[in-house]
Nanobody, 123 residues
């Protein structure tokens, strides 16, 4: 599976951005998908995950209630809608794929990574 993330940019605090991740390969629907982020000088952080069916979702505590993850298996895409953005959300965001829904929250368990997309939130 190859992953291509897009949609990052510069936004003011309180604004919104929508990230997308396009996946290649016919087995996309078999993977749980997620997003991680990494701010300068900090470790990579789990943001959100969605099961292969799209029924189950899980969010990191710092984004719960503000971010929404979704997927479209027919289009091989996963999206992250980010609302009420804060300066502390500034980071490079990475999409990720894992065959196991239960381990996707762990960076070490990720099977495939996309390239990062920069999100910058100004105060």
């Amino acid at each position: 599976v190859q992953l291509q993330a897009s949609g990052g940019g510069l936004v003011q605090a309180g604004g919104s951005l929508r990230l997308s991740c396009a996946a290649s390969g016919r087995t996309f629907s078999r993977y749980a998908m997620g997003w991680f982020r990494q701010a300068p000088g900090r470790e990579r952080e789990f943001v959100a995950a969605i099961s292969w069916s799209g029924v189950e979702t899980y969010y990191g505590s710092s984004v719960k209630g503000r971010f929404t993850i979704s997927r479209d298996n027919a289009k091989n895409t996963v999206s992250l809608q980010m609302d009420s953005l804060k300066p502390e959300d500034t980071a490079v965001y990475y999409c990720a794929a894992d065959q196991s829904w239960s381990t996707l929250r762990s960076e070490s368990a990720v099977d495939y990574w996309g390239q990062g997309t920069q999100v910058t939130v100004s105060s």
